[in-house]
């Protein structure tokens, strides 16, 4: 079983920037892919940035690319996602989420086999 727990989500002005976190707990923290999702009100759940568990490669949605970036510390079993530039429309909830034992399909909600409960982040205009 593996846990996952978010934070340093909250509220940022247009512009700003705010670095989640996502320590996790369970299992061998090397051996997970981690992605980030993001869901605002009314829609569903879509795919913002995952790596890698070596991080050789890590993906973005077109709509973050060249704003956030994602890194992992395996010391600490933490991934983090450094999100600049914000804009209103990145508000959300977002959560992380790991897949064991493949880096295959990353962009896909379904490929993930542990979610955190997720944190808000809210940017104002």
């Known amino acids: 079983q593996v846990q996952l727990v978010e934070s340093g989500g909250g509220l940022v002005q247009a512009g700003g920037s705010l670095r989640l976190s996502c320590a996790a707990s369970?299992?061998?923290?090397?051996?997970?892919?981690m992605g980030w999702f993001r869901q605002a009100p009314g829609k569903e759940r879509e795919f913002v940035v995952a790596?890698?568990?070596?991080?050789?490669?890590?993906y973005y949605a077109d709509s973050v690319k060249g704003r956030f970036t994602i890194s992992r510390d395996s010391a600490k079993n933490t991934v983090y996602l450094q999100m600049n530039s914000l804009k209103p429309e990145d508000t959300a909830v977002y959560y992380c989420?790991?897949?064991?034992?493949?880096?295959?399909?990353?962009?896909?909600?379904?490929?993930?086999?542990?979610w955190g409960q997720g944190t808000q982040v809210t940017v104002s205009s």
């Open positions: 989420a790991a897949r064991i034992n493949s880096s295959n399909y990353l962009r896909r909600r379904g490929s993930y086999d542990y």
């Open positions: 369970g299992r061998t923290f090397s051996g997970y892919a």
């Open positions: 790596i890698t568990w070596s991080s050789s490669t890590t």
